[in-house]
């Protein structure tokens, strides 16, 4: 069965407007979180690596003021995009390590797009 | 700067034929080489994964091969079916890092 879920799995926004992605660990305590970005036909683009209770870390290239990164607690992170543009429209995906395996487990991916 | 460049792009096979995906990766310090598995609005599944101890890897229809000098990996699906039709991507890691994707392919399974 899935081991991460992420929730909304589609949501369309209006320019401007901040949205919430929500990226849950099921049955397992997760420290750390990866955030992707899935363009159309392309691969996917790390994002950041968020761990709990510190600083999310931002590849080079993510703006970490427009893209928010929180990860209070062991099974939750949550990744907002802040005054959503057009060009923000794309296919946001998390995944985790659970623990004892190297395994990266991959939530099924929030759809957003901005109008 | 590309750390994992997967071939071809795309590819057509016929049921019951072999597909074969290729990747190359830079870096000797990765020691995690996954394939993954997307179907269109879904999020990637693991479908097969090695280390670079083992040359070969078998599950079920899926295999790789691992060449640790040529620095290369392939998946091969045999007895390729419909079902198969997908985007696959191949990753490589060093330990509990974030993962380096290549490209993907899209493979096609023609009935």
């Known amino acids: 069965g899935a081991v991460v879920s992420q929730h909304p799995s589609w949501v369309i926004c209006k320019s401007g407007t901040s949205v919430k992605i929500e990226c849950r660990s099921l049955d397992f305590q997760a420290t750390t979180m990866f955030w992707y970005r899935q363009f159309p036909k392309q691969s996917l683009m790390l994002m950041a690596t968020s761990n709990e209770g510190s600083k999310a870390t931002y590849e080079q290239g993510v703006e970490k003021d427009k893209f928010l990164i929180n990860h209070a607690s062991l099974t939750l992170s949550t990744l907002t995009v802040t005054s959503a543009h057009p060009e923000d429209s794309s296919f946001y995906i998390c995944s985790t390590y659970r623990g004892g395996v190297s395994e990266q487990f991959f939530g099924p991916g929030t759809r957003l797009t901005v109008l | 700067q590309q750390q994992v460049k997967q071939s071809p792009q795309s590819l057509i096979v016929q049921k019951g034929g072999i597909s074969i995906i290729n990747c190359a990766y830079e870096n000797t310090a990765f020691d995690y080489f996954p394939w993954y598995q997307q179907f269109p609005g879904k999020g990637p599944a693991l479908l097969i994964a090695?280390?670079?101890?083992?040359s070969e890897k078998k599950e079920g229809r899926f295999t790789i091969s691992f060449n640790k000098s040529a620095k290369q990996f392939s998946l091969h699906i045999m007895d390729s079916q419909p079902g198969d039709s997908a985007t696959y991507f191949c990753?490589?890691?060093?330990?509990?890092?974030?993962?380096?994707f290549g490209a993907g392919t899209q493979v096609v399974v023609t009935p």
């Open positions: 090695i280390r670079p101890d083992v």
């Open positions: 990753a490589a890691s060093k330990g509990w890092g974030k993962f380096q």
